[in-house]
């Protein structure tokens, strides 16, 4: 199964929050699943590093893009025909 994860759900793994439920753990950590977020959601983090949003964060965005694509989450290029097609 193909998951696109937002936002919130990319920091929670990230940060190993215990808001995840085991369920939604294991369907995240389950091989046979390919786990998606876009250039967005990363976008959006680094505004709130920036902005100091992300309390107790101390990583950079860079870090954040790394652990990413460690955890095997595929990160979405965006392009018009995506934008375009959201209209």
Do not use: C
Not at 7 to 27: F, G, H, M
């Amino acid at each position: 199964m193909d998951l696109l994860i937002d936002t919130q759900v990319l920091i929670w793994i990230q940060e190993d929050s215990p808001v995840l439920s085991k369920t939604a753990r294991n369907v995240l950590s389950d091989s046979a699943n390919r786990v998606f977020v876009t250039q967005i959601s990363l976008y959006e983090i680094a505004i709130k590093l920036k902005i100091g949003k992300l309390p107790g964060s101390k990583v950079s965005v860079n870090e954040v893009i790394e652990q990413t694509k460690r955890d095997g989450i595929r990160i979405v290029q965006l392009a018009e025909p995506h934008i375009n097609s959201y209209a």
